[in-house]
């Protein structure tokens, strides 16, 4: 039965069973991603699993879009492999405690930045992330989940694959968990088919004792995912300007990398879900979460796009799906630490590897002869530097760069003049197309100031001075006219562009009819 449910601001139709079998199947994948993250630097599992569980559970009740799955992530591992490398060459012999107090203390300072930016309403800067761009991203995600899944195929502690009945036995049940996540929903959609796989393929290793990998195998000799609550832990470093500037630039990276992920996922959910999220809310509840995860023992993180889609694919839609991944991992630490670590990899593998065929844009493929040929060298270069250094920030930030510089090229070749003499032996040029840093060469081409008459009027109706360098532009080319001793009038600018026109205001007749205010887009926090 579908009842309401209201937690602070968000009031929808809840289907309980569906969040909460899905929030059970989220936390079952949750476990094995958070442990191999925290080994990613050479924490212990519980370092991820305890950020997993507080990121969770804040940002499914704070934040700004219900149904996504945040948690310990690797974009973020990756930057404390950083962190430790300066530490210990800033302090020769420190010790393992005492590089966790300084990731802590990290990723506390990295949630205030966060929540600084989400105040400032950064979040609507989402937006200029182009399409092709958000395709790179997306399809460089899926390479990373599939490609991650490999070393299960490994011998334990080697290099070497798995051989004989082994990897038969590994390759069959990731099969047949892929199968069952694929065929079941055909049937009925009664419950989650990434639940269902995971329950049967664990019930036949275990029921038939099947030698395989398992979760337990995947953690360091005497390692356990057992624990309590996550411990309170206060960071004990100096408080100095030397450990500032330690772990600002790295707390720096963690934000950035951390709502980079968090908003571009929050757009893919967007998208699946046809509804949409609050990017602002989210940076809040992002930082919120990794300040609570420093102090509880957390290596930190951000939305997780694999867990996200796991989760909205099973039909959550709610906050309810999140909250109950968060309790359930919990338990699993506290109580069932012995059944889950019994596991075998081959379900969560199978499960991940659907997770990435999924999140992959096959339509993409189709768009290659239809979209312009810069925006599929944007996609495709996006694509391989997500997959190459999971470097998601610098990877996103490549992409907007190549667009902007596509864009502006683009531009720069559509500006145009039409140019006429009228009845009073004024010549008109009725410009078209903007003006900025990239067209500037070809508007001056535009103008003949010795063989025009004594009087000419410019008319930006259809244009607009968009930069400093339009404005430099035409501050030189009314120059120019002076100097010939002839007067030129600037028709239709925008009123920005007449206060920073200051120095030619001697020759400039202004007509402000019909003139243009240009606006941001504002987000609500």
Not at 92 to 102: D, N, R, T, V
Not at 413 to 441: C, M, N
């Amino acid at each position: 039965m579908k009842k309401y449910l209201n937690i602070f601001d968000f009031k929808q139709k809840v289907d309980y069973k569906t969040e909460v079998l899905s929030g059970l199947t989220v936390a079952l994948a949750l476990v094995p991603e958070a442990i191999a993250f925290a080994l990613i630097p050479g924490f212990s599992p519980l370092t991820g699993l305890y950020a997993a569980f507080v990121l969770a559970l804040v940002t499914s009740i704070f934040g700004g879009r219900p149904g996504m799955i945040s948690g310990a992530t690797g974009a973020v591992a990756v930057v404390f492999v950083g962190l430790i490398l300066e530490l210990k060459n800033t302090f020769p012999g420190i010790e393992p405690e005492s590089i966790l107090h300084y990731v802590f203390a990290t990723v506390i300072l990295a949630g205030i930045l966060q929540i600084v930016a989400g105040f400032l309403r950064l979040g609507k800067f989402i937006r200029l992330v182009p399409h092709p761009v958000m395709f790179g991203f997306v399809n460089g995600l899926a390479i990373i989940i599939f490609m991650a899944q490999f070393p299960n195929f490994y011998q334990k502690g080697t290099d070497e694959l798995l051989t004989g009945a082994s990897m038969y036995t590994m390759l069959g049940l990731t099969l047949l968990t892929m199968l069952i996540i694929w065929g079941f929903p055909k049937l009925t959609k009664a419950i989650p088919s990434s639940l269902l796989a995971i329950v049967v393929v664990s019930a036949i290793v275990i029921g038939f004792g099947i030698d395989t990998l398992t979760v337990a195998d995947t953690m360091k000799e005497g390692q356990s995912i057992q624990g309590g609550f996550p411990p309170v832990s206060i960071p004990e470093i100096p408080i100095t300007i030397q450990s500032l500037k330690i772990i600002f630039p790295f707390a720096l990276i963690v934000a950035v990398v951390g709502l980079t992920e968090s908003l571009l996922t929050l757009n893919i959910i967007d998208e699946i879900t046809e509804t949409r999220g609050r990017g602002n809310k989210e940076c809040v509840a992002q930082g919120t979460a990794n300040i609570l995860s420093g102090f509880l023992s957390g290596m930190g993180g951000c939305a997780m796009i694999g867990q996200s889609l796991i989760n909205t694919s099973s039909g959550a839609r709610a906050r309810l799906s999140g909250i109950t991944a968060a309790v359930m991992l919990l338990v699993f630490i506290m109580f069932g630490s012995g059944l889950i670590e019994r596991l075998p990899m081959a379900a969560l593998v199978g499960l991940m590897f659907m997770v990435a065929i999924g999140t992959f844009e096959w339509a993409s493929f189709k768009t290659f002869r239809k979209m312009p040929n810069s925006d599929v060298i944007v996609m495709v270069l996006v694509t391989l530097i997500t997959a190459v250094t999971h470097n998601l920030a610098i990877a996103v930030l490549f992409g907007v760069i190549i667009s902007a510089l596509a864009y502006s090229w683009e531009n720069a070749k559509r500006i145009r003049a039409r140019k006429y003499v009228d009845d009073q032996g004024i010549k008109h040029y009725e410009i078209f197309g903007p003006l900025f840093f990239g067209s500037t060469t070809l508007f001056n081409e535009k103008f003949d100031i010795q063989d025009d008459p004594e009087e000419v009027i410019i008319d930006f109706r259809e244009s607009r001075v968009a930069d400093m360098s339009g404005i430099e532009a035409l501050n030189k080319l009314t120059e120019r006219y002076a100097k010939a001793g002839k007067k030129v009038h600037l028709k239709h600018l925008s009123k920005d562009c007449i206060r920073l026109l200051k120095n030619a205001d001697d020759i400039i007749d202004v007509n402000l009819l019909e003139d243009p205010t240009y606006k941001v887009a504002v987000d609500e926090i």
